[in-house]
């Protein structure tokens, strides 16, 4: 076994009771592979530990590296310049200021590093270093403040226009002045501006000199890119104009999110769960992604999006690959096993399209036990407002291992709990006695996010009575583990991709969902309504009942 995997037999530890195991050919066993934590030898078990220092040479699993896909295991130590646009707004404040420091503050950023934000809205320095100061008050409790301060002195100022090419000639002016000394540094542009806008920056990034020879500049791209496959082809267009895919890094959070990675990782680590997810056990897979908070000032955006744009063509649709995707050993294959997994996705065949679809809108109700009102009455929304709060979908794949299965997605605003889980239910068993249920499995990726098995059990007697037995692990962040823009920064700043969105995922995303927009953007097509604080409208219930199923609950 060891020719699989080489070069790892010095990064593998072995427990003190394996003393007796000294010779390299042992070692090199041991490392056969990364997944043998432990191993018999003469009647004892021994127990494996990687290396602290080994990470990156653990290459050659079927050409494969574990590590790759896990790369937060590394800090940064190439100097770098992180340009945000947009740094007057919403997501900058609310997440990346305080994800670059919570990388900063745990040690994981190199030395030399500088935080630019360029926006349009006039500020000094010290102003915006007050703004990016306190966003992170606002987000840690106790920042550490020694550790605030040097934070801080890296942080500048750009004002421009995102469309004016001397601006973006001055930026790169100050780039220069801020990198002097730096060895081999690189540069990453954030956009976290409207998408009608990401075209007019990538022009300017190259016209003003910003992408300099000899200098890697990486494009991070926030989701979601265009509002259709046609408007995503535009921007396709217009980065691609100027960067190679290599350049370009399609963001989606939920990809940075460690419950959601824990999705493929189940698969990975578990052959024997990977041999129960066929279509001969699955009876049908829920995807329910619920949230009690409604639209928190964003009206504006959200009034020209609406759920099942803003969740579906990228959160929703990633959660449906990485749970059918086959499992992917080698770092290079994987996004191209999660793009593929996607392309087998379609909707099924229906005469009408509200058997695949459902829409729905927040009426007034109470939340946690507040009252909040109904859509149409929040701030900046239009009053005749049709955009939707809440949609269900169902989809199928041709997955052969999957085919025939069934998946029903739903999602909403200002519903009863924070719930985002995968449920899958196994076929129901014959009649198997008093009290059984079906064996389901949820993996819980928001809210107390986890895993349950629920598996049956019969009670002592001569009754064939049962009763649920639940194997349940919450998630437990062992260590260190970072918020998803972190993870997901810190993977930018090492040219890592593996958990950023290629162009063509996004692409299929779009085109399997155009025709639900348009169908769900007529104004013949019924829009729901549900209050506020449910889970949903009652509609959803009647609809997946046509089907002879039900939404899953967790028992
Ligand atoms: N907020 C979130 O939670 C969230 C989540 C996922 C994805 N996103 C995506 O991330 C991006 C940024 O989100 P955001 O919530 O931060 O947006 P935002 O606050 O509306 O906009 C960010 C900044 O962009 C500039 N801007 C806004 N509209 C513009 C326009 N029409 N033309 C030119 N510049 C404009 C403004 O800065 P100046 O006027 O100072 O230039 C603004 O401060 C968007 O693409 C959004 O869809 C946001």
Known sequence: MSHIFPHARDCWGVDHRASSLTTTRDSAMLCADPSETQFRRQEKVYVLYPKADCALALKGYNGASMVDLQSSLLSASQPFSFVLFGASGHLAQLKIY??????????????????????????????????????????????????????LERVHYHQGNYDEEDDFAALAKKLRG????????????????????????????????????GIPLRNIVEKPVGGDLKSFELIKKQLSSCF??????????????????????????????ERLFKNTLIEYVEITAAEPGGIEQRAGYFEHTGTFRDMFQSHLMMAMALLTMRVQHDADGFRESRANALSQLYLPPATDMDDIVLQGQYAAGTVNGKSVPGYREEQDVDPQSRTNTFAALRLMTRISRWEGVPFYLRSGKRLQKKETRISIQFQVPHAVGEGSTPNRLHVILQGEAGMRFELQTKLGGTEPVFRPLVLSDPLICFGDCLPEHGMLL?????????????????????????????????????????????MGPEAIHEWIGRDGRSWQEIA
């Open 98 to 151: 305080p994800a670059l420091y919570i990388l900063a503050e745990k040690g994981r950023l190199p030395d030399d590093y500088a935080l630019v934000g360029f926006a349009r809205s006039p500020m000094t320095d010290d102003e915006f270093r007050g703004m990016v100061e306190q966003s992170i008050r606002k987000d840690l409790i106790e920042p550490n403040e020694k550790k605030l301060a040097a934070f």
């Open 490 to 534: 810190l993977e930018a700043i090492h040219g890592r991709k593996q958990w950023f969105l290629s162009f063509e995922e996004v692409q299929m995303s779009w085109r399997l969902l155009d025709p639900v927009q348009s169908h769900l953007s007529k104004d013949t097509t019924a829009l729901h309504e549900y209050p506020a604080g449910s």
């Open 178 to 213: 801020l990198e002097k000394g730096w060895k081999n540094p690189v540069r990453l542009a954030y956009y976290s501006v409207p998408p009608s806008v990401f075209g007019a920056i990538s022009e300017n990034l190259c016209k003003g000199g910003v992408h300099e020879e």
């Open 244 to 273: 190679s895919d290599e350049e370009i890094y399609l963001l989606d959070h939920y990809l940075g999110k460690e419950a959601v990675r824990n999705v493929f990782y189940l698969r990975y680590a578990n052959p024997v769960l």
